[in-house]
């Protein structure tokens, strides 16, 4: 059973759209989070949902809204798409207590933008 | 401004032979120093992690150097096989609310050739 799952795993659109990236995680974790990985591999947290309450939010363009419906899933909506937006982008879940702050990551969902 | 420097960008070694990555922090409340592997098309997945008390941990081939007075960190995979081949990133966290914010280094590819 995969632990932190993300759906669609490759993404191809054109400029200007709005997509979505849901994630899912089975374990129990009450800490979710989207990193965005650029071309260079460098790993930069854009947001963090605590108990379905937002705790982080980066410098990341109002165009990114994620959403927490509950504490198990954490989605991402782009709106009106840019080329500078294709990145893969990856879930992770933590558990919040102290001592215990391993992010456990999905396998990412690949974005290009044409 | 990074708040994590990590060396080399990337890293060839002779399977068999020590691998070396090294990372430099900043922010003196950072309490937690994990290294993350990559595989490629994967998220990243815990390797090994630090806390500050301690000026080393080891785990099989893996170990951490941790030397606080000069806020530097390094891994080292000893005996290192083709298999260890990934990108290794370096991060340091510390307790927000609610939730870790973990800042990771730049990453290192590393190649491990028969």
């Known amino acids: 059973d995969t632990a932190v799952s993300q759906t669609p795993k490759y993404l191809v659109t054109q400029m200007g759209n709005d997509k979505s990236i849901k994630c899912e995680q089975n374990?129990?974790?009450?800490?979710m989070y989207w990193y965005k990985q650029d071309s260079k591999k460098f790993l930069k947290i854009m947001f963090s949902?605590?108990?379905?309450?937002?705790?982080i939010n980066e410098t990341v363009p109002n165009r990114f809204s994620p959403k927490s419906p509950d504490k198990a899933h954490l989605n991402l909506h782009i709106n009106s798409l840019e080329l500078g937006d294709s990145a893969v982008y990856f879930c992770?879940?933590?558990?919040?207590?102290?001592?215990?702050?391993?992010?456990?990551f999905g396998a990412g969902s690949r974005l290009t933008v044409l | 401004q990074q708040q994590v420097k990590q060396s080399p960008q990337s890293l060839i070694v002779q399977k068999g032979g020590i691998s070396i990555i090294n990372c430099a922090y900043e922010?003196?409340?950072?309490?937690?120093f994990p290294w993350y592997q990559q595989f490629p098309g994967k998220g990243p997945a815990l390797l090994i992690a630090?806390?500050?008390?301690?000026s080393e941990k080891k785990e099989g081939r893996f170990t951490i150097s941790f030397n606080k007075s000069a806020k530097q960190f390094s891994l080292h995979i000893m005996d290192s096989q083709p298999g260890d081949s990934a990108t290794y990133f370096c991060?340091?966290?510390?307790?927000?609310?609610?939730?870790?914010?973990?800042?990771f280094g730049k990453g290192t590819k590393l190649s491990v050739i028969p």
């Open positions: 992770a879940s933590s558990q919040g207590q102290p001592g215990a702050n391993v992010l456990t």
């Open positions: 374990l129990g974790h009450d800490t």
């Open positions: 949902y605590n108990n379905k309450e937002l705790i």
């Open positions: 922010n003196t409340a950072f309490d937690y």
């Open positions: 630090i806390r500050p008390d301690v």
């Open positions: 991060a340091a966290s510390k307790r927000g609310a609610g939730s870790y914010q973990l800042t």
